[in-house]
């Protein structure tokens, strides 16, 4: 079945060239064309950032399959450069809004980097990143991986089998060197979190360091995902933590092999984030109320799997992702490969709208900023209401209430599917080392580590 779906995806493709996309069917489209709605759009030109990632998707399927126009939005979407130049182009406002890393926001309101007031009411997508390493680490990796009766590596992949290629490399005079995309990108605090579950220092960040490597076992660096598998053919690094295709990219050139995903890490985890200036938002409130609704209703459209093989196409075109058909099918189609011909089936690898994907949980969004304090990027103890002070000015769950509200209005949304919640997640253990999360004690939770930084107990 999955030889027949690749087959399809070229024709999927030529069909939508040819125009077979649309923006739905009547009954899906009509709710939303309300004159009076239409008329009090504030700002319908507007210009959208991305990067080349499959979890881009939302914003090319708005465009695309018409949900932005539906809305009285009239959308540029336009590819940047690196993550650093999504958050500049945002702040600065030449951008209104943009495909950007869950970190990203947060850390621009908590004072990490540039520091400016962005908001987030959606959530793109969960899961979708990996750890890769080139076939040499991976040829030393294997000795210290149990494997199944059929002699494959069992999955997940600890990186307690990393170990001992870090210290073959520093006893060889080689430092150990891994790529993430953004000192505040989930890449970076994923990579670290599986690191140093398995004893493996990432380093802190200090004034002096912002490199964030003072104490580290492996070094990261910040590479721009487009560049991750040629910066790994080169030898500059030796693994890397990235969202698709540029994990499938590497088996597909045989350079490397992803060892673990993210969903692995963390299950269910939040990736990126649509996110645009708080002043924008207040200034256009029917505008950003419009953009979220057009989303929520593209994340939805993602995540029927009968849509996948159209929405591979799309992406595949020049102007957004560019990658080969078939290596985003590797992860678009509900399977991850590992090794050439290791195939598994990840049904969960790209998620944009089950388990509530688009909602914006606070406990999200402190979970980013519990990594900060650990890794040093927030050098200073925070009480613990500064977390949910912090997230509360930047998770803006009511926005997307009131899309949603709207949308289930119109006929377009089940009413079933919006979440009964206060904004944080139950307390969850589903993560590599097994440390329970609780985003409604952030305190206790820096704890429970034993590499990072701690703050004591407010009741201590």
Not at 220 to 232: G, I, K, N, R
Request: glycine residues 8%; charged residues 20%; hydrophobic residues 40%.
């Amino acid at each position: 079945m999955k030889h027949l779906l690749i087959l399809l995806l070229p024709l999927a493709f030529l069909l939508h060239a040819c125009g077979s996309s649309n923006a739905g069917t009547p009954a899906e489209t009509a709710g939303s064309r309300d004159p009076a709605k239409l008329a009090a759009i504030e700002k319908p030109q507007l210009t959208f950032g991305f990067i080349k990632l499959t979890d881009m998707a939302p914003l090319a399927i708005a465009k695309e399959l018409g949900y932005f126009r539906d809305e009285g939005l009239f959308v540029t979407v336009e590819a940047q450069s690196n993550w650093k130049n999504i958050l500049d182009r945002v702040i600065d406002g030449q951008l209104d809004g943009a495909h950007m890393l869950a970190g990203q926001p947060v850390a621009a309101g908590a004072g990490f980097g540039r520091q400016a007031q962005l908001i987030t009411p959606l959530s793109l997508d969960l899961n979708g990143n990996g750890i890769t390493v080139s076939n040499e680490v991976w040829d030393r990796m294997k000795a210290h991986v149990p494997q199944d009766e059929n002699g494959q590596p069992i999955h997940p992949i600890s990186a307690a089998a990393l170990a001992p290629v870090v210290e073959e490399y520093r006893n060889g005079g080689k430092p150990f060197k891994m790529g993430m995309v953004f000192p505040v990108s989930t890449h970076n605090y994923e990579l670290r979190y599986w690191l140093a579950a398995a004893g493996l220092h990432p380093g802190f960040y200090t004034a002096d360091n912002i490199q964030g490597q003072v104490d580290a076992d492996v070094l990261l660096s910040v590479t721009p995902p487009p560049q991750m598998p040629a910066t790994l053919e080169a030898g500059t690094i030796y693994g890397y933590c990235v969202g698709e295709p540029w994990n499938q990219q590497a088996v597909f050139k045989g350079i490397g092999v992803p060892v673990v995903t993210n969903n692995d890490i963390w299950k269910n985890n939040p990736e990126k984030v649509f996110a645009l200036r708080a002043d924008f938002a207040a200034k256009y409130p029917n505008t950003t109320r419009a953009i979220t609704k057009a989303l929520i209703r593209a994340c939805r459209w993602l995540d029927d799997p009968a849509h996948r093989a159209e929405a591979i196409g799309i992406l595949s075109r020049p102007d957004y992702v560019g990658a080969d058909s078939i290596v985003l099918a590797s992860s678009m189609t509900g399977t991850f490969e590992y090794e050439k011909g290791d195939k598994r089936e990840q049904p969960d690898f790209n998620v944009f709208y089950k388990y509530h994907a688009t909602y914006p949980f606070y406990s999200d969004g402190i979970w980013f900023l519990t990594q900060m304090r650990r890794w040093g990027q927030i050098p200073e103890a925070k009480p613990a209401d500064w977390y949910h002070e912090t997230i509360r000015e930047i998770y803006r769950p009511e926005i997307w209430r009131a899309a949603a509200e709207e949308l289930v209005a119109e006929g377009l949304l089940p009413a079933t599917e919006l979440p009964d919640t206060d904004g944080y997640k139950p307390v969850t253990a589903d993560f590599i080392d097994g440390i329970s999360y609780d985003g409604r004690d952030p305190i206790g939770y820096l704890q429970r580590f034993s590499i990072g930084h701690k703050d004591p107990l407010e009741s201590e």
